[in-house]
């Protein structure tokens, strides 16, 4: 029998969700434009959209919700936020923003110029966006296995060196004001990067003077893989690999939504005096103070308390098999995912679930749209719909895959919701024949698109 591992907590409080009928779940599809982020809530059933503030916080974090200060300077939960932050990651300059895309921004909207090139493992899709808004070039050079969803390489978030190493020596430091590692890699399916990789990736930058930024908003299980995966790690306690990791880094950016445990928040931290400088001036312009920045006393509050929860290897090892225990179930079914699995989410591998379904038609939003048909459950599409783009020739440029995101919500739903959404998922796959391919037929510009487009069926599904 395979290992139970108990959620490490009780529930006080539930919320009833509704299975509303196909007819209607039908109506609400063709209201939406066949975009799932445009579904009300409560015509979802089953919502693994994103893990991005959807999670449930703790009694803790809702008791300390009632010490929030609400000044609207120097409120005393800055001063626990700023303390967490710097104790966490050894950044001295903390910068609180409404959420990880503000962050971004800021960061982008000060370092970037005509030219500029940020290499990462995988940027994510508002992180490409705001480097692409402020004329910089984004450059995805994940390894081959982490382009290969059947791999069972366990550190596919890895960055190529030599690929990394190529960039450093034809561009150097006057083009790339920083480089990036996404921790763990979402777009690339929520896999880890080794601490071998980050100690490499800081090495070969150091010549350069060229400072190493993470994309930190699954910094807590990254680093429970590299636990549970790297040797040498498996004695450490999960805080002594956050401190381990952080000390390779120059600054980050966080999506606290993510392992801050919370529903809105993030920050930028960093140690460079000059561009905190410049940073903070922005943030006072367009977010608010800066021991706010765009969030009231109280969501400090619950960040500082969820930064110090997420460390909990109770929590960490219950929420990454949560995940497995789904990813194992489409497996016994024969569906299609990538591996191994990663941190958040199982991604469906669309182009094996419906190889007849070319990139130019979105197999992973004919999953998504008809997933939700189906069964009331709300998934993204991780493939061309949302990153392709025209190549300097004009010609579209695909990813390397086409995935479906199931992204799984902390602390919000049962194994028994998740055995729904497998056999959910099951019962597609056995109708893929019949499935057709999508085209956009309005809002289909930008780098952002998935947000806001409206498609079609090329034929009736």
């Known amino acids: 029998m395979a290992e139970i591992i108990p959620e490490p907590f009780r529930i006080k409080v539930v919320e009833p969700i ?12 063709q209201k939406a434009g066949y975009n799932v982020f445009n579904i009300p809530s409560e015509h979802v059933f089953i919502d693994l959209l994103t893990d991005s503030g959807t999670g449930a916080m703790s009694d803790n974090q809702w008791a300390g919700l009632h010490l929030g200060d ?65 004329e910089g070039e984004p450059l995805d050079l994940v390894i081959a296995e982490g382009r290969d969803p059947q791999s069972l390489y366990p550190f596919k978030g890895n960055i190529d060196l030599g690929r990394l190493d190529a960039v450093l020596k034809t561009h150097g430091a006057p083009k790339i004001p920083l480089a990036m590692l996404t921790l763990t890699n979402n777009s690339g399916g929520g896999q880890p990067v080794s601490m071998q990789n980050i ?8 010549p350069y003077q060229i400072p190493l930024f993470f994309d930190a908003c699954r910094f807590a299980e990254n680093a429970y893989f590299i636990k549970v995966r790297e040797s040498g790690y498996s004695h450490r306690s999960i805080e002594s690999i956050v401190h381990e990791m952080f000390s390779y880094a120059d600054g980050c950016t966080m999506s606290a939504k993510k392992d ?49 929860e997420v460390l ?27 591996k191994p699995t990663g941190g958040h989410a199982v991604y469906l591998d669309a182009r094996r679930f419906l190889p007849r379904i070319p990139p130019a038609h979105f197999p992973g939003q004919t999953i998504v749209t008809q997933l939700y048909l189906e069964a009331g ?13 025209p190549g300097p020739d004009g010609h579209m440029v695909h990813p390397d895959m086409e995935l479906v995101r199931l992204a799984i919500p902390r602390r919000v739903y049962t194994h028994a919701q ?22 956009i037929i ?20």
């Not at 928040?265 to 943030?283: C, I, P, Q, W, Y």
């Not at 909990?312 to 299609?336: H, M, S």
């Not at 309005?442 to 599904?461: C, N, Q, V, W």
Request: proline share 2%.
């Open 260 to 308: 801050g445990l919370v529903n809105m928040g993030g920050f930028l931290a960093l140690n460079d005096a000059r561009l905190a400088e410049k940073v903070k001036a922005k943030l006072i312009l367009i977010e608010g103070f800066l021991t706010y920045g765009g969030l009231a006393g109280r969501d400090l509050e619950a960040i500082a308390r969820g930064l110090a």
């Open 70 to 134: 609400e000044a609207y300077a120097c409120c005393r939960n800055w001063f626990h936020f700023e303390h967490q932050i710097q104790a966490l990651t050894g950044l001295q300059y903390v910068i609180p923003t409404h959420q990880g895309r503000v962050a971004e921004n800021l960061l982008f909207s000060v370092v970037c110029r005509p030219g500029t090139m940020i290499p990462s493992n995988n940027h994510f899709d508002t992180t490409r966006a705001n480097i692409m808004a402020n």
């Open 442 to 461: 309005s809002g289909g510009e930008g780098s952002l698109r998935h947000f806001t487009a409206h498609l079609e069926y090329l034929s009736k599904s």
């Open 418 to 439: 998740l055995a729904y959404v497998a056999h959910a998922v099951h019962e597609l796959y056995q109708k893929r024949d019949r499935l057709s391919g999508m085209r």
């Open 312 to 338: 909990d290897e109770n929590y960490l090892t219950y929420r990454i098999a949560q995940v497995k225990y789904l990813a194992d179930l489409l497996d016994e079914y024969g569906v299609p995912c990538l």
């Open 18 to 29: 509704h299975l509303i009928d196909r007819e209607a779940r039908e109506q609400a599809l």
């Open 199 to 206: 100690k490499a990736v800081k090495e070969m930058l150091k």
């Open 377 to 389: 459950v709300r998934s993204v599409e991780v493939g061309s719909f949302m990153f392709a783009h």
